[in-house]
């Protein structure tokens, strides 16, 4: 018996592409995914004409940074059954909002000449514009999880991100060679796990992209603050709680 394909959209808002790119890394598996159970609604990196119909599934990447992403977003929504947030930019806001965190209009002039029609809002997650039903994280996301997500999707399913820390899938975690047992900044312990752990694996700190994992009284957040203050100045420490929008997610505050 032939089985319908679901219709599937990758869009993609103000942002550099790289989760799309990862996707397309996916190669063979992907379009074998396709040529199982989606059919390509709109994808802008291989096609020029979206189609205009509903879909089943839409993966949204990028920040709302101007009035046409929003418009974008709204009307994805609209048209959509399911969306999904694709990304550290979707679902945290990304490194577009490390300006929330300065003074956005010296910000902006710091990169345009001339700022008249310059869009220059305060960056937000996706899911502060609509309701997103699945955020799949990351900078960029993990080609593995998005597969598994869109399989799950394809049996009515809705993939669940296991809520655990990155520290769990660190090879480092219990050796001397761990960031923390060295003394340096590292977010593994309060980031959601996801991404095997592919930073620390190549010796370099979690920076959180993936988003915080919290605790219901919030004291993980507070004992790695106290444990960061030890050993770091206020300035770095923030650096690194906004480098991807971290910081808003604990409504962690530069002076506590």
Not at 167 to 195: H, M, R, W
Request: charged letters at 30%; proline letters at 5%; a positive charge.
């Amino acid at each position: 018996m032939k089985t319908t394909k679901q219709n599937l959209a990758i869009i993609s808002l103000t942002a550099c592409e790289g989760c799309q790119v990862v996707i397309l890394d996916l190669g063979k598996k992907f379009l074998d995914l396709l040529k199982k159970k989606y059919k390509l609604a709109e994808m802008s990196l291989i096609e020029d004409e979206p189609d205009k119909q509903k879909y089943d599934v839409c993966i949204i990447e990028g920040t709302v940074i101007t009035k046409q992403d929003k418009e974008r977003l709204l009307k994805a929504r609209k048209k959509s059954k399911i969306l999904i947030a694709l990304g550290a930019c979707a679902c945290l806001g990304g490194i577009p909002e490390i300006k929330n965190y300065t003074d956005k209009y010296q910000a902006v002039k710091y990169v345009y000449q001339n700022i008249k029609k310059i869009d220059n809002p305060e960056i937000k997650p996706l899911r502060e514009f609509v309701k997103i039903d699945l955020e799949i994280p990351g900078c960029p996301s993990t080609g593995s999880e998005i597969l598994e997500a869109l399989k799950q999707l394809s049996c009515g399913r809705i993939y669940k991100i296991p809520k655990r820390p990155v520290c769990y899938d660190c090879p480092l975690a219990t050796t001397l060679d761990c960031f923390l047992q060295k003394n340096e900044l590292c977010l593994g312990p309060v980031s959601i796990t996801g991404c095997n752990a592919v930073c620390p694996r190549n010796n370099y700190r979690c920076e959180g992209c993936r988003g915080p994992l919290l605790d219901k009284s919030g004291n993980n957040i507070k004992n790695i603050l106290k444990l960061f203050k030890q050993r770091a100045g206020q300035r770095e420490i923030d650096l690194l709680f906004q480098k991807f929008g971290f910081q808003d997610d604990v409504k962690f505050e530069s002076k506590i």
